[in-house]
């Protein structure tokens, strides 16, 4: 039936909200983790 | 707290009540006298809102049946866009020789500093709509079939619905990096049920269709519940390192 | 409390997994709209757990500005963040599910149009903590917070009340939950909620290590600098003395 693309379509979008978020935290875990480096070898 | 350990008791809240008219009159004809003088914000604003009007009109090329439907939100949304022009000027005034970090040392009220800016916004709004209003007549052949007297309640606590919450939010936004880019974004999303009870209110008397008590109700209960809130937050904001 | 975090995080991916094998599989096929209503396992449990997250925000930015806790700060900051999140997955499941039900993808309904005006509401206060600097975005934010607080209800008024005014298409309906969904859904949401706890933990302590970079930023641009007068700066007793004298 046409209404499970539906379906597949708002899981998916769901999870794909969920790990760009995700994304971004790591993202910026990594940009914070370089700074301190940085700091530390001063 | 300091104050009251003077004298306390009833002459000292009468002292400091008269104070606060004081200040709030002392700043309030200081600004629109500043405002008088320049014309700045107010000759922005006019041109703007002629521009709204011209532009709209021509685009949409309206029927008088069909523009009493859609001119309550062209108007409306043409004053809350010339507003933010008199918003963002509001404290950036006070910034240029350190007015306000003054004021902030001072033991002057902040709430007669707030009343002050948002009475003054609250007029030269209040004036632009008093001169725009003929022209959008004119230009979109408007003629209320409702009763018209009620649009005088919508316009006056519509534009204080504005103008307070403006004021406050110019404050926050002069904190920021772009402070003029900030207010906008700040104030539209907290003013939406306002916005939604003036463009609903005046739409109703104009096409006479249904009656906008309602709307003149949640504007009124907007203004008090935002009005207090301003006032209660206002200290908060200005001392805000 | 650090041990905890790898425990919770093994503990939500089981959860998720159950929750979506019991919408998939186990919670019994709506008899008029199919399939399509299993989008509702995701899209209510999202929707609680965001309001849940702003009431969380709200109160923590009313205990910030009576206490000026920076800690209680960052609660807040954080709530608001995931509960944005959240609140866009409500945003766009909803027309998927919309679409095929009612045959629109958006209709200016009360309870849709508050949900964007409250999203908007809280991505202004995330622009706001974004664009103005560490030391006044607690308050500033905080301010804005309980402004969308008392919004909210005016909103929601307006709303109902202009849409009762005008024709719209008849959606939603009561009617009776199989106890089954509600066993699902209920699942569901325990799964969410840990999913979004977790979340908010990541979050916090990436907020905490950004507040400490930041001092150690500062620090360090004060004391690299040996042309100034750097014995107050090194030593601050020095400068209350000085100046005490």
């Known amino acids: 039936m046409n209404s499970i693309k539906f379906l597949y379509s708002a899981y998916a979008a769901t999870w794909t909200i969920h790990l760009l978020y995700i994304g971004s935290l790591v993202r910026r875990y990594r940009r914070l983790k370089q700074e301190l480096s940085e700091l530390k070898q001063k | ?241 | 409390m650090k041990r905890l975090f790898p425990i919770l995080a093994v503990l939500t991916a089981l959860m998720l997994g159950y929750a979506v094998y019991q919408a998939l599989v186990v919670a019994p096929t709506e008899r008029t709209m199919g399939d399509v209503q299993r989008i509702f396992y995701y899209h209510v449990p999202s929707a609680w757990t965001a309001f849940l997250l702003f009431f969380v925000n709200l109160v923590a930015s009313v205990a910030y500005l009576v206490k000026r806790n920076p800690k209680v700060d960052a609660l807040a900051m954080v709530s608001a963040e995931v509960g944005v999140v959240f609140c866009t997955v409500v945003l766009v499941t909803g027309p998927i599910w919309a679409r095929p039900v009612w045959g629109i993808w958006w209709t200016w309904d009360v309870r849709l149009t508050s949900t964007l005006v409250l999203w908007l509401i809280y991505v202004s206060y995330l622009l706001l903590r974004r664009f103005s600097d560490s030391a006044q975005a607690p308050a500033l934010a905080a301010a804005l917070a309980i402004f969308g607080a008392l919004d909210i209800p005016l909103v929601y008024f307006s709303i109902w009340f202009f849409r009762t005014q005008h024709p719209q298409p008849v959606i939603g309906g009561g009617g009776s939950i199989d106890p089954r969904m509600w066993r699902v859904l209920l699942i569901n949401w325990m799964a969410f909620l840990c999913f979004a706890l977790l979340m908010c933990w990541s979050r916090y302590r990436l907020e905490t290590m950004r507040r400490e970079v930041e001092e150690a930023q500062a620090l360090e641009s004060l004391l690299g600098d040996d042309r100034g007068p750097s014995a107050e700066i090194r030593n601050p007793k020095v400068a209350l003395n000085r100046s005490g004298q």
């Open chain 2, 1 to 241: 707290m300091h104050k009251q350990s003077f004298g306390g008791g009833d002459a000292m809240s009468l002292l400091s009540s008269t104070t606060r008219g004081t200040i709030t009159r002392a700043t309030l004809t200081k600004d629109i006298r500043l405002e008088w003088r320049s014309k700045d914000a107010l000759n922005s604003m006019l041109f703007f809102s002629l521009l709204v009007v011209v532009i709209f009109s021509l685009s949409f090329d309206p029927l008088a049946e069909e523009s009493r439907r859609i001119a309550g939100g062209l108007v409306w949304v043409a004053f809350l866009f010339a507003a933010v022009v008199a918003l963002n000027q509001t404290w950036a005034r006070e910034l240029r020789n350190q007015v306000l970090d003054a004021y902030r040392v001072s033991p002057a009220p902040p709430n007669a500093l707030f009343m002050a800016k948002a009475l003054g916004n609250f007029f030269i709004v209040s004036l632009l709509e008093a001169l725009m209003t003929p022209l959008f007549i004119i230009f979109y052949n408007l003629r209320a079939l409702g009763p018209a007297w009620q649009l005088i309640p919508i316009g006056l606590l519509g534009t204080w619905a504005l103008v307070v919450n403006g004021t406050f939010f110019a404050a926050i936004s002069l904190r920021t990096r772009s402070r003029e880019l900030m207010l906008p974004l700040l104030l539209f999303p907290i003013s939406i049920p306002a916005v939604l009870g003036m463009v609903a209110g005046t739409t109703a008397i104009l096409t006479g269709e249904n009656s906008a008590h309602f709307w003149i109700v949640l504007l009124l209960t907007y203004d008090v519940v935002f009005t207090t809130a301003c006032l209660a937050l206002f200290e908060k904001v200005l001392e805000a390192e």
